[in-house]
């Protein structure tokens, strides 16, 4: 059975997050995550974001998804995962990962080196005094084995689905290797999802990953994507956000996106379980702040009953 869970983008006011984790609660959802990027420039300081929510929240599992390894010490972390963990009698699972070097290096103005070694560090230090699950972020082959080797399961973001179902292989056979089950790795994947007739916000999403972060354009080119990746990376650079995103042609638009009504993403949703061996899946709403209205908590109350 493959679970369902819940994240609003960084841009998502802390209102829309407790109301969308209530949400999430009420219609026993597995998971909701918190992302971050930088609190001071857009959206929220996940840790102390769940932290609150989770006074209010009774079921859905919490965590992050993901923070970065670069902006806190490992004590730092260890400590406030601990708090949650204990906060939440156990439902609490630490998303890490090494995030970009645009992220790291010109909002946090610290040197992104060595971010594998640091990754691997940071999480076997917390490992040693957590009780709790850690989940890597992996988007290229290498970090995806050492997450089956070193974590209790993966996040992927942007990843086209023959892609997931090599990874997922590269996982089994490493966990193999290591004489791990794979019965206790999880799989995740973080998808964009749009209730939406127009497919321009989502068409703006995959623009700005593409254009501005190399992190996800050269996985895409890798996959068969590089003419998509190639026209929006120079539009991007050439014309700005808004004009690369009219160049997100709809086959990539469907590869990494769930966007319709109600109905279409349910029934997206269950092929998305069917054709591929994904353990949860993570349905992203990252939107303007202002588009977290009424009618999308209404929307996304039906779509998880609709689930159940």
């Given at each position: 059975?493959?679970?369902?869970?819940?994240?609003?983008?960084?841009?998502?006011?802390?209102?829309?997050?407790?109301?969308?984790?209530?949400?999430?609660?009420?219609?026993?959802?597995?998971?909701?995550?918190?992302?971050?990027?930088?609190?001071?420039?857009?959206?929220?300081?996940?840790?102390?974001?769940?932290?609150?929510?989770?006074?209010?929240?009774?079921?859905?599992?919490?965590?992050?998804?993901?923070?970065?390894?670069?902006?806190?010490?490992?004590?730092?972390?260890?400590?406030?995962?601990?708090?949650?963990h204990?906060?939440?009698?156990?439902?609490?699972?630490?998303?890490?990962?090494?995030?970009?070097?645009?992220?790291?290096?010109?909002?946090?103005?610290?040197?992104?080196?060595?971010?594998?070694?640091?990754?691997?560090?940071?999480?076997?230090?917390?490992?040693?005094?957590?009780?709790?699950?850690?989940?890597?972020?992996?988007?290229?082959?290498?970090?995806t084995?050492?997450?089956?080797?070193?974590?209790?399961?993966?996040?992927?973001?942007?990843?086209p689905r023959?892609?997931?179902?090599?990874?997922?292989?590269l996982?089994?056979?490493?966990?193999?290797?290591?004489?791990?089950?794979?019965?206790?790795?999880?799989?995740?994947?973080?998808?964009?999802t749009?209730?939406?007739?127009?497919?321009?916000?989502?068409?703006?999403?995959?623009?700005?990953?593409?254009?501005?972060?190399?992190?996800?354009?050269?996985?895409?080119?890798?996959?068969?994507?590089?003419?998509?990746?190639?026209?929006?990376?120079?539009?991007?650079?050439?014309?700005?956000?808004?004009?690369?995103a009219?160049?997100?042609?709809?086959?990539?638009?469907?590869?990494?996106?769930?966007?319709g009504?109600?109905?279409?993403?349910?029934?997206k949703?269950?092929?998305?379980?069917?054709?591929?061996?994904?353990?949860?899946?993570?349905?992203?709403?990252?939107?303007?702040?202002?588009?977290?209205?009424?009618?999308?908590?209404?929307?996304?109350?039906?779509?998880?009953?609709?689930?159940?």
């Amino acid at each position: 059975m493959t679970d369902i869970g819940i994240e609003l983008g960084i841009r998502a006011p802390i209102e829309a997050i407790e109301r969308a984790a209530q949400i999430a609660d009420d219609n026993h959802v597995e998971y909701f995550l918190v992302p971050e990027t930088h609190p001071e420039f857009f959206g929220v300081n996940a840790l102390d974001t769940i932290l609150k929510i989770s006074k209010k929240v009774k079921n859905v599992k919490l965590g992050t998804g993901i923070i970065n390894v670069f902006s806190r010490t490992q004590e730092e972390i260890l400590d406030s995962a601990n708090q949650i963990h204990e906060k939440t009698d156990g439902k609490f699972v630490l998303g890490i990962g090494t995030s970009a070097p645009i992220i790291i290096e010109k909002l946090w103005n610290m040197e992104f080196k060595k971010p594998l070694s640091r990754l691997k560090n940071y999480s076997n230090f917390i490992k040693a005094k957590f009780q709790g699950q850690i989940y890597w972020a992996a988007v290229g082959e290498k970090t995806t084995k050492l997450a089956a080797e070193n974590a209790n399961g993966v996040i992927f973001f942007l990843k086209p689905r023959v892609q997931i179902s090599n990874h997922i292989d590269l996982i089994n056979s490493t966990l193999a290797s290591l004489d791990k089950s794979e019965d206790k790795f999880n799989l995740i994947s973080i998808i964009p999802t749009y209730f939406d007739v127009d497919s321009n916000q989502a068409k703006m999403t995959l623009a700005g990953y593409i254009g501005a972060n190399e992190f996800y354009s050269t996985p895409l080119s890798n996959s068969g994507f590089q003419d998509d990746v190639r026209k929006i990376k120079s539009v991007y650079e050439k014309s700005g956000l808004k004009m690369a995103a009219q160049n997100v042609g709809d086959v990539l638009l469907n590869e990494l996106t769930i966007i319709g009504s109600v109905y279409t993403c349910k029934e997206k949703i269950n092929e998305l379980i069917k054709n591929t061996k994904l353990k949860t899946i993570i349905l992203g709403f990252d939107m303007p702040k202002d588009k977290y209205t009424d009618d999308f908590f209404t929307k996304l109350d039906k779509l998880l009953k609709s689930l159940q």
